[in-house]
Structures are given as C-alpha cells and as structure tokens.
Nanobody, 116 residues
Framework: QVQLLESGGGLVQAGGSLRLSCTAS????????MGWFRQAPGKEREFVAA????????SYADSVKGRFTISRDNTKNTVYLQMNSLKPEDTAVYYC?????????WGQGTQVTVSS
C-alpha cells in the first residue's frame, strides 16, 4: 500500500499563489505517476495535473495550463503543485493521487479557497 499526506491548502485572494505538497510512504517504489485532482461543491472530481515519477514528463488540464506547475522530489517521495494566478473557480478540495501498477491511492484532500 501507499499512504499519501497532503498539505498546503488554505484561503487566498484571487491572483494569489499557493503550493500544495503530497508526500508518499509505503510501496513508493511501485509508483508510476503522481497527480492532483480537485472537486468543487456539487461537481465531479476532475483532473488537474500529473507527473511521471521516473521521467518527469507532465500533463495539465487546459483550465490550469500556464498557471499551475507540478514537480516532484524523488528523494523525498514528494510531489508539489505550485498554483499561481489563482481564480475563484479554482476553489475546491484538492486530492493527491498515486498510480501504481496495479492500483491507485488517494490522499485525504486539502481545501483551497480563492476569494474574489
């Protein structure tokens, strides 16, 4: 199994920045990708960004391209999501995800609230 511990959420004004962190423990050697998803009230969970754990290639949802950056520190088993130019529509609970072969694991979620 893999355990994921997220941190870094909070309240920020529109145009501000936040950095989320997610540290994995357990079977981290089996991780192929890590990523972030978010779920706003009344909406389904949606993909935000992902990073290949070994090669470092990244992908982003169109809604966050150019504003969010995902990165990793393999030595710390940690993935980061730097969020800049935040908008009120970015308000959601953000979940860390670790994809293994096979299986996937989720963090408990961290609230991000962007005020207008």
């Amino acid at each position: 199994q893999v355990q994921l511990l997220e941190s870094g959420g909070g309240l920020v004004q529109a145009g501000g920045s936040l950095r989320l962190s997610c540290t994995a423990s357990g079977r981290t050697f089996s991780i192929s990708h890590m990523g972030w998803f978010r779920q706003a009230p009344g909406k389904e969970r949606e993909f935000v960004a992902a990073i290949n754990w070994s090669g470092g290639s990244t992908s982003y949802a169109d809604s966050v391209k150019g504003r969010f950056t995902i990165s990793r520190d393999n030595t710390k088993n940690t993935v980061y999501l730097q969020m800049n130019s935040l908008k009120p529509e970015d308000t959601a609970v953000y979940y860390c995800n670790a994809a293994l072969a096979p299986g996937a694991y989720w963090g408990q979620g961290t609230q991000v609230t962007v005020s207008s």
